[in-house]
């Protein structure tokens, strides 16, 4: 699986903003898909997880209640729709795809996409 994130750019405090992982591959929708972001001098976080079927999400709790993760295995894509963005939303965010929750959930992950960044301006 192959995956390309795109969506980034400038945004101001309180905006929202979509990114969306375009994948490759017969297999995509065998795989639990998760966004991850790494601000400058930051570990990289985990911050969203979405199921083979999207009926179950995970959310780390800096973002619970303002991003929300949906997936189309139609269209191979994994969408982080983000709202009420802060400054330290501030990163470089990537998708990944994992065969379990339980394995993404431990950073272990099997496919990596490129990052695309984004800045929240306060």
């Known amino acids: 699986v192959q995956l390309q994130a795109s969506g980034g750019g400038l945004v101001q405090t309180g905006g929202s903003l979509r990114l969306s992982c375009a994948a490759s591959?017969?297999?995509?929708?065998?795989?639990?898909m998760g966004w991850f972001r790494q601000a400058p001098g930051k570990e990289r976080e985990l911050v969203a997880g979405?199921?083979?079927?999207?009926?179950?999400?995970y959310y780390a709790d800096s973002v619970k209640g303002r991003f929300t993760i949906t997936r189309d295995n139609a269209k191979k894509m994994v969408y982080l729709q983000m709202n009420t963005l802060k400054p330290e939303d501030t990163a470089v965010y990537s998708c990944?795809?994992?065969?379990?929750?339980?394995?993404?959930?431990?950073?272990?992950?099997?496919?990596w996409g490129q990052g695309t960044e984004f800045t929240v301006s306060s």
């Open positions: 990944a795809a994992s065969t379990t929750q339980g394995r993404m959930v431990r950073y272990d992950v099997d496919y």
């Open positions: 591959g017969r297999s995509f929708s065998n795989y639990y």
């Open positions: 979405i199921s083979w079927g999207g009926g179950s999400t």
